[in-house]
């Protein structure tokens, strides 16, 4: 397939997705639903979900503080403004492009801190390895937190056996999986064991980092911010103010799970913290409503510092 097609459709085809789940979830909408949507929106407390914004904007802070405990070893010390300005400008791009952040950031941090950009995107992807790693802890954690209930629906919608034997599937597929890397030596397999060496390796440099444990602190402040803002928005609404911590770890993740593996949760978002909620009690309306509440508002923030992070870079270091 020619270059310039597989990357138009590489982003074509999840902003088209989005675009089409917003139509099919919504077209099935009764005019009562939309009313009570309505409802919902103008009855939110803004108050609070800008308070739930600035909790996202500090945990930003605190990511590009975080960033030179990484750069700081390899011999370069970046200005807190300008890292900021590089982290926004990713979120900012990831909107339009799925993992274009990444190498945004690293253009932003090459060009005005003269950090080589293999450098900079280095140590960038060493910090996507502990993001997933947080990542998977929450998902722990969320899983142990409601194993009943989740057990409850999901055994509910298929029966045990079935479950059973999707899950020995499932095993024997990973194991087939293993057994595929360890013999082939193709393309394919390279790439998977490149990748998989890459977080390896992200892992161990996080290890050997002088302030690994200052690292580590700053980590848990960025993802004890990210849930303190999630858990904020839901006081925004009075029908979800009351949900169970349980219930805001699961439905975190799962929203977390949409803005990292797609543009941003463009569509998603909303529809997946319905869907959770929804196997909680919480009527869909309430929960689709709260959904587009956190995602605009975020999204908002998003585009708003990303674009005056690109006007203002060029201004703040122009003596340099």
């Known amino acids: 397939m020619n270059k310039s097609l597989s990357k138009f459709l590489q982003l074509f085809i999840p902003l088209a997705l989005g675009v089409f789940l917003i139509w099919y979830f919504y077209s099935k909408f009764t005019p009562e639903q939309w009313d009570e949507l309505v409802f919902h929106f103008k009855n939110a407390n803004y108050f609070i979900v800008i308070a739930s914004v600035l909790m996202s904007v500090l945990s930003h802070v605190i990511r590009a503080y975080r960033w030179n405990f990484m750069l700081d070893p390899l011999g370069y010390k ?10 926004s400008t990713a979120y900012f791009m990831n909107l339009f492009i799925p993992k274009s952040g990444e190498v945004s950031r690293a253009v932003v941090i090459d060009k005005y801190e003269k950090v080589p950009f293999e450098k900079g995107f280095g140590t960038i992807i060493s910090e996507r390895v502990v993001d997933l790693f947080f990542l998977l802890l929450f998902t722990i954690l969320a899983v142990l937190l409601q194993f009943d209930e989740l057990y409850d629906y999901i055994t509910q919608l298929i029966p045990f056996k079935k479950l059973a034997f999707a899950f020995g599937i499932l095993l024997l597929g990973i194991f087939a999986f293993y057994v595929f890397l360890k013999k082939s030596k193709g393309p394919i397999s390279r790439r998977i064991k490149n990748f998989v060496r890459g977080l390896k390796d992200g892992v161990f440099s996080i290890l050997k980092m002088k302030k690994k ?26 029908e979800t103010s009351f949900i169970s911590f349980g219930t805001i770890i699961i439905t975190f993740v799962v929203g977390s799970f949409t803005f990292a593996f797609t543009n941003s949760g463009l569509g998603y978002y909303p529809l997946a913290i319905a869907g959770i909620l929804l196997i909680f009690g919480i009527p869909e309306t309430v929960g689709t409503a709260l959904g587009w509440i956190v995602w605009t508002s975020n999204v908002i923030y998003i585009i708003v510092s990303g674009v005056l992070s690109l006007v203002f870079l060029p201004i703040y270091n122009r003596n340099k």
Do not use: D, E, K, M
């Open 78 to 87: 970046p200005r807190l403004l300008n890292n900021f300005f590089a982290v």
């Open 213 to 238: 444990g200052a690292f580590i602190f700053h980590s848990l402040l960025i993802w004890g911010l990210y849930l303190l803002s999630f858990y904020t928005a839901t006081q925004a609404l009075p």
